[in-house]
């Protein structure tokens, strides 16, 4: 999904991922050490035309989970690709900021929220309706949606 606003020229959009994914013999620096896995994750990116030139406003990604080559999602270890600690430049291709959030891909049914209305009703996703519960149990034990800053 892809909205822009001709107002402020800031475009958003949703995009789901799946990669293979690994660390090359090169990369010495690598929290997780030399390793090649499966992920999948939601994008919520945001995009701002300059001149006619589309570019990446904010780069946000959101993993939920990780598999190892061998034996799939369900044998991966507990933090099998580790999350970034610390921020660029410090770390070399780490991220500019770090979200306050858990990060813990075992797998993360959290919701990402969404940057737009719900399609067919055209209201905000409520609250409550942004929570993924343990099957049979109720909404209201889920664990709140992911954190997205919007600044």
Do not use: C
Not at 97 to 102: P, R
Request: hydrophobic content about 30%; charged content about 25%; overall charge negative.
């Amino acid at each position: 999904m892809v909205n822009y606003d001709p107002a402020t020229g800031i475009g958003k959009g949703r995009f789901r991922t799946l990669m293979s994914a690994g660390t090359h013999q090169t990369n010495k620096n690598s929290p997780g050490g030399l390793r090649q896995w499966w992920e999948g994750g939601i994008h919520e990116n945001e995009y701002i035309k300059q001149d006619g030139v589309w570019k990446i406003l904010r780069l946000r990604y959101f993993p939920f989970w990780h598999g190892t080559v061998e034996h799939g999602w369900q044998y991966t270890p507990e933090n099998y690709v580790p999350p970034y600690r610390k921020t660029y430049p410090e770390v070399v291709g780490g991220p500019d900021e770090l979200l306050d959030d858990d990060q813990n891909l075992w797998p993360d049914t959290r919701v990402v929220p969404f940057h737009y209305n719900h399609p067919v009703t055209n209201k905000p996703v409520s609250e409550i309706d942004s929570r993924a519960p343990v099957l049979g149990q109720d909404d209201s034990t889920a664990a709140p949606a992911r954190p997205l800053l919007l600044d």
